[in-house]
């Protein structure tokens, strides 16, 4: 166990130092060399990564399924909407929010049984993404590449089936886990003083909107328009002309299909047992 008393500031800067240079260096990885990761190395990390993970009541409600099988990646692929790291990356990890675990502990020791609602599906979706960040940050400071696959929310009952998930226990997010093939520019953030509050919340005004959004704007567009002509071509046809109008557009999240995949989701808690 590390006592932090013991040390003295320069330990502390040092790992503020590192922290810090690990963090700045996060980029999203898309792209994967043809070169294996040790599966014990990938486990080591989600093990520390849980031990330094906070947990709700320490109850530690998740489930990580890591798969590195071939043809299974090439299924996951198709249900991840084609994105082609999938197949790229050695290793697939879905982090599942998973109270069956727990329910099954507490009826073989005869206990009152719990954790079979909505509540319980927050708590669990909670640690499974406290989980899957600090173990991003890991695998990130061992050289490694990550990309979140937020497809997960959309083929939530397709990608549960396919790793044979029991009920109570859904897929939350994935990370997709290799060596980087690919050295990406750093996304830009919105500006602090768009989303720190002191105290209470507060609310923009249209000329902040228009100053703490304008660099995201500049940004995003040039960004979107430098894929080629292939995506001018399309967001000319779906009438774009601005970042805001892109986001909402069939090409990016459009609420229609958000609203499509929110009812499947409800009913797919209800089934799998979080909801009446
Ligand atoms: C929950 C979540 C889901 C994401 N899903 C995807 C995804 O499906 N495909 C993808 O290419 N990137 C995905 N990303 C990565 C984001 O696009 C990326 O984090 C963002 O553009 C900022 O870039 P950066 O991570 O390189 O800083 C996801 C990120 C998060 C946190």
């Known amino acids: 166990m590390t006592d932090r008393s013991a040390e003295g500031p320069a330990d502390a800067d040092a790992r503020a130092t590192a922290m810090s240079r690990l963090m700045a260096a ?45 043809a299974r990646r090439a299924r996951l692929c198709e249900l991840h909407f084609g994105q082609p790291m999938v ?21 073989q020791r005869g206990a009152r049984l719990g954790f079979a609602d909505l509540l319980s599906w927050h708590v669990a979706a909670f640690d499974a993404i ?19 696959m937020g497809t997960t929310l ?15 226990c859904l897929p939350v997010t994935s990370l997709v886990v290799g060596w980087p093939a690919e050295a990406p520019a750093q996304r830009d953030r919105l500006p602090a003083a768009a989303w720190i509050h002191e105290e209470v919340y507060r609310r923009p005004t249209p000329a902040q909107i228009d100053e703490r959004f304008a660099e995201r704007e500049r940004r995003g567009w040039e960004r979107y328009r430098a894929l080629g002509p292939e995506m001018i071509r399309r967001m000319d046809e779906l009438g774009i002309t601005h970042l805001a109008q892109y986001y909402t557009s069939p090409a990016k999240y459009d ?22």
């Open 26 to 70: 996060h980029r999203s990885i898309r792209a994967f060399q043809d070169r294996p990761v040790d599966a014990a190395l990938v486990d080591r990390v989600l093990e520390e990564a849980l031990h330094g993970s906070s947990s709700s009541g320490n109850l530690n409600l998740v489930s990580v399924i890591r798969s590195g099988d071939p």
């Open 87 to 107: 197949l790229q990356a050695p290793w697939v990890l879905t982090f599942c929010a998973d109270t069956f675990r727990t329910r099954q502990w507490l009826a």
């Open 130 to 148: 406290i989980l899957a960040q600090t173990a991003a940050l890991a695998l990130e400071s061992r050289g490694l590449g990550i990309c979140y």
């Open 154 to 168: 959309h083929r939530m009952r397709e990608i549960a089936d396919e790793l044979q998930c029991p009920p109570n």
């Open 255 to 276: 609420p229609d299909r958000f609203r499509e995949d929110a009812d499947a989701l409800r009913a797919l808690l209800a089934e799998r047992g979080f909801l009446p």
